[in-house]
């Protein structure tokens, strides 16, 4: 039983936090027919290029400021309403220049969210700037140069996601050398669709604090040594590797056998309404499919806390907040 918890997350993507009867509501209002990408009220993909096809579709349909401020409060709602005290959203300004919004825009809606819910519920939040990978190095080195001079104080990281299979992690290393340069937290989507090759690649040309999901690791103990020796935090997402297949089922997904393995995990939803998730899940997941204790979901809470890209301050409240009320 996870529902009382004090929970964080630092793994999840705007517009993969759409509710199907939200994006319903969008396309109604846009004169968009969704067949193609969600029908009876689910997403609809068959596996990952068409999960990255259905999500940028879905992200077609947030076209204003106040849809994505809308919709970032909503989703920060629903994690403070299962007691989340801390989340980073993953948010890509090329979604909203695609849609002829423009980045400052798209990123001002976030902000207004962020602001609003904090206000009403208290939740702490932050936003990661991601490059989408299959927009091509060029895009994902703009992404990073707009985190880089945004200079905006809930921009606190960088990321890359997408397509893990095209080019190689060194066409996108400029990126984060840019978005390092800025100060920016640097987190990578690696060992997820591609194998542990990909996070050796991205330890040895990103040298990140974070990797997004890296669970396929697993498949080299070295690498696992390495993890575990370099203290980087893998933000698993559990849901999110059975419904893409990464693994056949909860019994054969690797988080607790890389927490035994002294790798710095935590529990995260990713695009939870595309995966049949939510935050509040995959704690349950963890608690009583894979059969970690309270004190071993606590502990990636804890983790999440501690690897978050939140300033020394704020990092300290909310770690004696947690403390106190774990
Ligand atoms: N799980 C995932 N992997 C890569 N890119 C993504 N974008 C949204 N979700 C993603
Ligand atoms: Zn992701």
């Given amino acids: 039983m996870t529902r009382q918890l004090l929970k964080a997350e630092i793994h999840c993507h705007i517009e993969g936090a759409a509710p199907p009867a939200v994006t319903e509501a969008q396309a109604r209002k846009y004169g968009v027919d969704t067949a193609a990408f969600l029908r009876d009220g689910a997403y609809q993909w068959r596996d990952f290029s068409e999960f990255l096809i259905a999500y940028d579709a879905v992200a077609a349909l947030f076209r204003t400021e106040e849809d994505y401020a809308l919709l970032t409060e909503a989703y920060l709602a629903e994690l ?3 007691n989340t005290i801390y989340s980073e959203i993953i948010v890509s300004p090329d979604h909203g220049d ?7 825009a798209y990123l001002a809606g976030i902000c207004d969210g962020i602001y609003s819910a904090k206000e009403k519920t208290g939740i702490e939040a932050r936003i990661i700037v991601t490059g989408e990978r299959h927009f091509g190095p060029d895009r994902v080195v703009s992404a990073a140069e707009y985190a880089a001079r945004a200079k905006n104080p ?15 992690v060194a066409d996108y290393a400029r990126a984060f050398d840019i978005a390092r340069d800025a100060g920016l937290g640097l987190t990578i989507h690696a060992g997820e669709v591609c194998g542990p090759f990909s996070v050796t690649d991205a330890l040895d040309l990103v040298k990140p604090a974070r990797i997004g999901h890296g669970v396929r690791a697993i498949e080299d103990e070295a690498l696992v040594a390495r993890l575990a020796e370099l203290g980087t935090v893998l933000e698993v997402c559990p849901g999110s590797n059975i419904a893409l297949g990464v693994f056949a089922d909860f019994d054969s997904h690797p988080l607790k056998k890389l927490k035994d393995a002294g790798v710095r995990v935590c529990i995260n939803s990713d695009d939870p309404p595309f995966f049949g998730t939510s935050l509040a899940r995959e704690y349950e997941i963890a608690s009583q499919t894979m059969g970690m204790s309270n004190t071993e979901i ?16 704020t990092k300290a409240t909310l770690l004696k907040r947690f403390d106190t009320q774990s």
Wanted: charged fraction near 25%.
């Fill in 80 to 82: 403070a309403s299962i």
């Fill in 98 to 104: 695609r849609i002829g919004l423009g980045a400052d």
């Fill in 154 to 168: 809930l921009v606190t990281g960088f990321n890359m996601a997408g397509e893990e299979r095209m080019g190689l």
């Fill in 298 to 313: 606590n502990d990636m809470t804890r983790t999440a806390l501690e690897a978050a890209f939140v300033d020394e301050g």
